[in-house]
């Protein structure tokens, strides 16, 4: 991947706008629903008003169990959505303003914004500390205590369209007690829900927007870069959760997502997605918001290969799901990017060359242009991809088993130029099935969940 040096741009722009004010949030509950708003200021030059809102529906407590429930989780809120423009300038100084916190909250903020904000600096390549990054002064002294809400023991699964959230529906989303939840909703989401049987009405949405005065500092040059999606839409779900009244959030992240994307650091483009996050996040909700709610990963002690193994056996999926995210305007897969190239990798040991085909629209194995993806992916190249793709061992193990399974007919491209390549005379001497059938014990399922995954996986037939 492409570096840009921003070091010089990143110490101008911190001694141009030497603070970042969280001004303000207002939110409104509505016969139309719950909105939401901050008013963020950069340096007195510059200031964004980004919004939220979640339509009623029949799922929504009764106004007078929750009108006056929103001030901490609302505030919570404001504090992740500002990391998308405080990073436009990297600030020294963050100034909050509507609520106190805790030094342990502060420490807990820096860490999160320092980490989820890795890959950012990183190919920017601005050299900088989590001591230093940022100060953060706090300016009010009201304190929001966490509150026990007597939540119901009902759970919400968030779904981005992609293959890992329809596991989680398919497997979970059948009892009375569930409901899915979707953050600006595009096609591939939706499908994915009525798929499994939802309508419209019986889906939890979030429209978020950003303010297009940030689109324009970046056009114009300030940093810019990925940000920690995953922790907005955590703190969105405990919302979510508190409307609605459920106590369960079951997301769809795997253990492959722990892996340093720049190996032997600690960056990692899916941070948020982490277990160390979802450890982090748990603990911080309890403490400082409430301890009523269950934010968890069912599918975290699988890997790649076992979501992959699983998802293979959901055909109605298959026409509808979506990954790519330079597609995912037009709801399309590109042919072209590493989570295109990744996720047909993972699932080609379980569906055959004519179904992958009809799925990626091309055969992604004979396209030799598709070689430097393909070398990161596999480990070939010093860097894995700055995108959601699992682990270099997992690439390669399914790279090995899908080989095999040609037997002796003709290798597509990449195929073939992988058989002759140091990773395959490694990765192929180990048991694929053997590896199918290891569930992690890195998780925070609760009693029964495990149970449903440890129960998936009969001996592998190759």
């Given at each position: 991947m492409a570096r840009s040096s921003r070091q010089t741009t990143f110490l101008q722009l911190r001694e141009?706008?030497?603070?970042?004010?969280?001004?303000?949030?207002?939110?409104?509950?509505?016969?139309?629903?719950?909105?939401?708003?901050?008013?963020?200021n950069l340096g007195d030059q510059h200031k964004f008003y980004p919004t939220l809102f979640i339509p009623r529906k029949s799922f929504f407590l009764a106004d007078e169990k929750i009108a006056n429930s929103f001030d901490n989780i609302v505030f919570h809120l404001g504090m992740i959505e500002l990391v998308s423009y405080w990073k436009a300038t990297c600030s020294p100084t963050l100034i909050i303003k509507p609520f106190g916190l805790h030094p342990d909250q502060i420490a807990w903020w820096k860490k999160l914004y320092f980490h989820g904000l890795g890959e950012f600096f990183y190919l920017n390549s601005i050299d900088t500390s989590e001591d230093s990054f940022m100060d953060v002064k706090v300016a009010s002294q009201v304190f929001l205590p966490a509150e026990n809400f007597h939540l119901e023991d009902k759970m919400l699964i968030p779904v981005g369209g992609g293959k890992d959230s329809a596991v989680t529906l398919e497997l979970l989303g059948a009892g009375p007690g569930c409901l899915p939840l979707i953050m600006n909703a595009r096609g591939a989401s939706l499908a994915t829900i009525y798929a499994k049987g939802f309508s419209g009405n019986q889906l939890v949405e979030i429209q978020r927007t950003i303010d297009p005065a940030l689109l324009k500092l970046n056009e114009q040059g300030f940093l810019n870069g990925h940000t920690p999606f995953s922790a907005m839409l955590a703190f969105v779900t405990v919302l979510a959760a508190i409307v609605a009244g459920y106590r369960n959030i079951a997301l769809s992240n795997e253990s492959s997502a722990s892996e340093a994307t720049i190996a032997g650091t600690q960056i990692n483009h899916q941070y948020s997605k982490s277990f160390q996050f979802e450890s982090d996040f748990r603990e911080y909700v309890k403490r400082w918001i409430s301890p009523d709610i269950n934010y968890f990963s069912f599918l975290r002690p699988l890997n790649e290969l076992q979501i992959a193994y699983l998802f293979a056996q959901f055909p109605k999926y298959h026409p509808v799901f979506k990954s790519c995210n330079a597609g995912s305007k037009t709801d399309s897969w590109c042919g072209i990017c590493a989570k295109c190239l990744f996720t047909c990798i993972i699932l080609s040991p379980f569906l055959d060359e004519g179904k992958l085909v009809e799925i990626f629209g091309k055969n992604l194995f004979a396209d030799d242009s598709l070689k430097p993806i393909f070398d990161q992916l596999t480990g070939i190249a010093d860097e894995k991809p700055f995108d959601c793709v699992g682990t270099i061992g997992e690439v390669n193990l399914a790279l090995c088993e899908t080989i095999r399974r040609f037997k002796e007919a003709k290798l597509p491209f990449l195929l073939e130029y992988y058989r002759n390549s140091e990773p395959f005379s490694r990765y192929d001497k180990i048991d694929f099935g053997r590896e199918l059938g290891r569930i992690s014990e890195e998780h925070h399922l609760i009693p029964g969940f495990l149970d449903i995954l440890e129960n998936l996986y009969p001996a592998y037939d190759h």
């Amino acid at each position: 991947m492409a570096r840009s040096s921003r070091q010089t741009t990143f110490l101008q722009l911190r001694e141009k706008f030497p603070f970042f004010t969280f001004e303000k949030q207002e939110y409104e509950l509505t016969a139309l629903g719950l909105h939401i708003c901050f008013t963020f200021n950069l340096g007195d030059q510059h200031k964004f008003y980004p919004t939220l809102f979640i339509p009623r529906k029949s799922f929504f407590l009764a106004d007078e169990k929750i009108a006056n429930s929103f001030d901490n989780i609302v505030f919570h809120l404001g504090m992740i959505e500002l990391v998308s423009y405080w990073k436009a300038t990297c600030s020294p100084t963050l100034i909050i303003k509507p609520f106190g916190l805790h030094p342990d909250q502060i420490a807990w903020w820096k860490k999160l914004y320092f980490h989820g904000l890795g890959e950012f600096f990183y190919l920017n390549s601005i050299d900088t500390s989590e001591d230093s990054f940022m100060d953060v002064k706090v300016a009010s002294q009201v304190f929001l205590p966490a509150e026990n809400f007597h939540l119901e023991d009902k759970m919400l699964i968030p779904v981005g369209g992609g293959k890992d959230s329809a596991v989680t529906l398919e497997l979970l989303g059948a009892g009375p007690g569930c409901l899915p939840l979707i953050m600006n909703a595009r096609g591939a989401s939706l499908a994915t829900i009525y798929a499994k049987g939802f309508s419209g009405n019986q889906l939890v949405e979030i429209q978020r927007t950003i303010d297009p005065a940030l689109l324009k500092l970046n056009e114009q040059g300030f940093l810019n870069g990925h940000t920690p999606f995953s922790a907005m839409l955590a703190f969105v779900t405990v919302l979510a959760a508190i409307v609605a009244g459920y106590r369960n959030i079951a997301l769809s992240n795997e253990s492959s997502a722990s892996e340093a994307t720049i190996a032997g650091t600690q960056i990692n483009h899916q941070y948020s997605k982490s277990f160390q996050f979802e450890s982090d996040f748990r603990e911080y909700v309890k403490r400082w918001i409430s301890p009523d709610i269950n934010y968890f990963s069912f599918l975290r002690p699988l890997n790649e290969l076992q979501i992959a193994y699983l998802f293979a056996q959901f055909p109605k999926y298959h026409p509808v799901f979506k990954s790519c995210n330079a597609g995912s305007k037009t709801d399309s897969w590109c042919g072209i990017c590493a989570k295109c190239l990744f996720t047909c990798i993972i699932l080609s040991p379980f569906l055959d060359e004519g179904k992958l085909v009809e799925i990626f629209g091309k055969n992604l194995f004979a396209d030799d242009s598709l070689k430097p993806i393909f070398d990161q992916l596999t480990g070939i190249a010093d860097e894995k991809p700055f995108d959601c793709v699992g682990t270099i061992g997992e690439v390669n193990l399914a790279l090995c088993e899908t080989i095999r399974r040609f037997k002796e007919a003709k290798l597509p491209f990449l195929l073939e130029y992988y058989r002759n390549s140091e990773p395959f005379s490694r990765y192929d001497k180990i048991d694929f099935g053997r590896e199918l059938g290891r569930i992690s014990e890195e998780h925070h399922l609760i009693p029964g969940f495990l149970d449903i995954l440890e129960n998936l996986y009969p001996a592998y037939d190759h």
